[in-house]
T-cell receptor
C-alpha cells in the first residue's frame, strides 16, 4: 500500500464548476499537508499549505484536512480553463522544508 | 515567491555517458536542496536531500554512486547521472529550501527531462 493515495483522474469539468480533489494517507505521523499545481513539463508550484486538521481558504481554493480519517481535500470554486493542470497532494512529518511524500496527482481539465 | 532554475531543461544522451544537471536558487540562499524523479503519470519520488557543504542523504533504493550530488554553495546543487541507461530516462526536479524563513516551503525548479538512448 502506498503511503499516499490520490484519485487518479483524469477529471474533466465545465467552466464554473466546483472541483473536489482528494487524497488519503496511511502514515499518522504526517502533520503538514500541501497541495501543488503542476503544468505539463513544469515543476510543481505550491497552492495551499496547512498544518494539522481543519480548513484553510485562499481565494477560490479551500483545503481541508481530517486527520482522524487520514483524508485531505482541495476544493476549487468557479473553476477556470487556466486551472487545467495536474494537482498533487504532498505531506510531511516535520514541515515543508523536509521530506515530502507526494500523491500520484490528479489531472484536471476545465472545459469552456 | 522564490525562484529556482534548472539547467538544462532537456537533454538527450547516449547510453553509458554521464549527464550533469544544475539547480540554482536565484534570489535566496538554500540551506537544503532536494532532488526528485518523476516518471510519466507517477508521483514525484524523493531521491536525495543535500545540505550545503555536507554529503547528500539518499533515499532507500537510490544508488549514491550512480546519482552523484554536490551542494557546493548555498545557491547551487548539481546532480550527475553517471553511466546513464535508458531506464534512467525521467523528469528530474530539484527544490530548494531556506531554513528559518516563512513560509516553510520548498521551491521547485522547472525540471529537466532526461532521455537516454
Amino acid at each position: 500500500q502506498k503511503e499516499v493515495e490520490q484519485d487518479p483522474g483524469p477529471l474533466s469539468v465545465p467552466e464554473g464548476a466546483i472541483v473536489s480533489l482528494n487524497c488519503t494517507y496511511s502514515n499518522s505521523a504526517f502533520q503538514y499537508f500541501m497541495w501543488y499545481r503542476q503544468y505539463s513539463r513544469k515543476g510543481p508550484e505550491l497552492l495551499m499549505y496547512t498544518y494539522s486538521s481543519g480548513n484553510k481558504e485562499d481565494g477560490r481554493f479551500t483545503a481541508q484536512v481530517d486527520k482522524s480519517s487520514k483524508y485531505i481535500s482541495l476544493f476549487i470554486r468557479d473553476s477556470q480553463p487556466s486551472d487545467s493542470a495536474t494537482y498533487l497532494c504532498a505531506m510531511s512529518e516535520t514541515g515543508g522544508g523536509n521530506k515530502l511524500t507526494f500523491g500520484t496527482g490528479t489531472q484536471l481539465k476545465v472545459e469552456l | 515567491g522564490a525562484v529556482v532554475s534548472q539547467h538544462p531543461s532537456w537533454v538527450i544522451c547516449k547510453s553509458g555517458t554521464s549527464v550533469k544537471i544544475e539547480c540554482r536558487s536565484l534570489d535566496f540562499q538554500a540551506t537544503t536542496m532536494f532532488w526528485y524523479r518523476q516518471f510519466p503519470k507517477q508521483s514525484l519520488m524523493l531521491m536525495a536531500t543535500s545540505n550545503e557543504g555536507s554529503k547528500a542523504t539518499y533515499e532507500q533504493g537510490v544508488e549514491k554512486d550512480k546519482f552523484l550530488i554536490n551542494h557546493a554553495s548555498l545557491t547551487l546543487s548539481t546532480l550527475t547521472v553517471t553511466s546513464a541507461h535508458p531506464e534512467d530516462s525521467s523528469f528530474y526536479i530539484c527544490s530548494a529550501y531556506q531554513s528559518g524563513e516563512s513560509p516553510n516551503e520548498q521551491f521547485f525548479g522547472p525540471g529537466t527531462r532526461l532521455t537516454v538512448l
